[in-house]
């Protein structure tokens, strides 16, 4: 695990409050949580539920995204991206993020991630690369529209974020499979 933090090098802005029913920061995420995607023993690729308050004024969209910086590539690996979701919505709940999004609000989209699929994908951290970080972030937003189409992928839904940005609030799960 490196200590990169990826919102390091993008603009400093006020943070808010996420709590979650489903995960804990700085805690393992549940088996939920995990992939079954990529066989994770017990991965059933559940999206955790997110609440969120204290946004900032003016805010008028959010979106959401999960990322891992610890994976073993040279650009980390997003597991979800949800662009759009109106300001008036402030809780996702848990298994938001299935295959047709049918938890999300009217306008919210998902994005594909880095396994290829619009939809949460768990933890997937390799066996034995010791534990993983895993940013589950709500971004306030200063648009309605975000302006990247359902196409794009999650790291130029962050380009995006961050011209429009406002606040921030992040929880960050851990999860680590034990080498074989």
Do not use: C
């Not at 010791?130 to 189409?149: K, M, N, Q, S, W």
């Not at 130029?156 to 080498?179: D, K, M, Q």
């Amino acid at each position: 695990m490196t200590a990169n933090n990826p919102f390091a090098r993008l603009p400093e802005v006020p943070s808010f409050a996420v709590t979650s029913s489903t995960i804990a920061d700085g805690q393992p995420f549940s088996a939920a949580q995990f992939s079954g995607a990529f066989g994770i023993p017990g991965g059933q690729d559940v999206s955790p539920q997110l609440s969120w308050t204290g946004a900032p004024e003016g805010t008028k969209s959010y979106a959401v995204t999960m990322y891992d910086p610890d994976a073993p590539t040279m650009s980390g690996f997003w597991h979800w991206a949800v662009a759009n979701i109106p300001a008036t919505v402030t809780e996702l709940a848990e298994g938001a993020g299935d295959d047709t999004g049918s938890g999300l609000p009217e306008g919210a989209f998902q994005l594909a991630g880095d396994a290829s699929a619009a939809r949460f994908i768990g933890a997937a951290p390799p066996a034995g690369h010791g534990a993983h970080r895993y940013f589950v972030t709500v971004h306030a937003l200063d648009v309605e529209d975000i302006g990247v189409p359902a196409e794009a992928t999650p790291a130029n839904l962050g380009f995006n974020v961050a011209s429009h940005i406002l606040g921030r609030a992040t929880l960050v799960a851990t999860g680590e499979i034990p080498a074989e």
